[in-house]
């Protein structure tokens, strides 16, 4: 098989992998301790699902080639973003779930970790040709950061995440022993709100440098 039959065949399972952890998330919230279902839209994991199925979708279906230079662009982005939501996932929410929380469902394995590699594998292998400019690695942080002002604005209000709390991830809590700015010695709040948005909004922009280096030696 070609490159491009693999990746044709990548983005089909990419697509049908993000919807169905999707919709397994929202059918499955009550038993996961989420309620009412639609609250798990309020989370970055399966805001990211949707545009990174959305997209590819779109790619997909795409038969005009100035749209479809655009598209691969948002690609990139969204490839950061899903790509987050796999390693913050693998090396923070779940080695630091508490008992009231069950990290390996099948809705996360999807969500998490399926969507993730398959759009990370498709990324490199794809090779359709696309210039990534400091631009469009700087434009990587908009998706991260407009949720984050989302979730803060929401966190304002008090409004339930669907989990009983006014947070979606504990490192958002800016209520917390920690506080915004303070350190504390209570697990899981180790650090600050303040804190962990700077290590947020660091890991997505050396993602999308990684990524954008990678794509260049490839040209």
Partial sequence: MTRQRISFLLKIATFLSAFFGVSLSLVFAKREGYFPYHKRLLYFTDQSNLWIGVLFLSLLLCRNPSWKKRLYLLKYIFTVSITVTGLVFCCLLAPFADE????????????????????????????????????????????????????????????????????????????????????????????????????????????????????????
């Fill in 100 to 219: 009231s929380y069950t990290p390996w469902t099948l809705c996360n394995l999807f969500t998490h970790v399926f969507t993730p590699l398959l759009a990370i594998v498709d990324f490199f292998l794809d090779d359709y040709p696309i210039f990534i400019s400091k631009t469009a690695v700087f434009a990587s942080l908009l998706p991260p950061f407009c949720y984050l002002v989302e979730a803060l604005l929401l966190e304002t209000f008090y409004v339930d995440f669907g989990r009983g709390v006014p947070y979606p991830y504990f490192f958002l809590n800016y209520r917390s022993p920690a506080g915004v700015f303070g350190f504390s010695g209570e697990y899981p709040f180790f650090l600050g709100a303040f804190y962990w948005l700077i290590l947020f909004l660091l890991l997505v922009l050396g993602l999308a440098v990684f990524f954008a280096r990678q794509k260049k030696k490839r040209r």
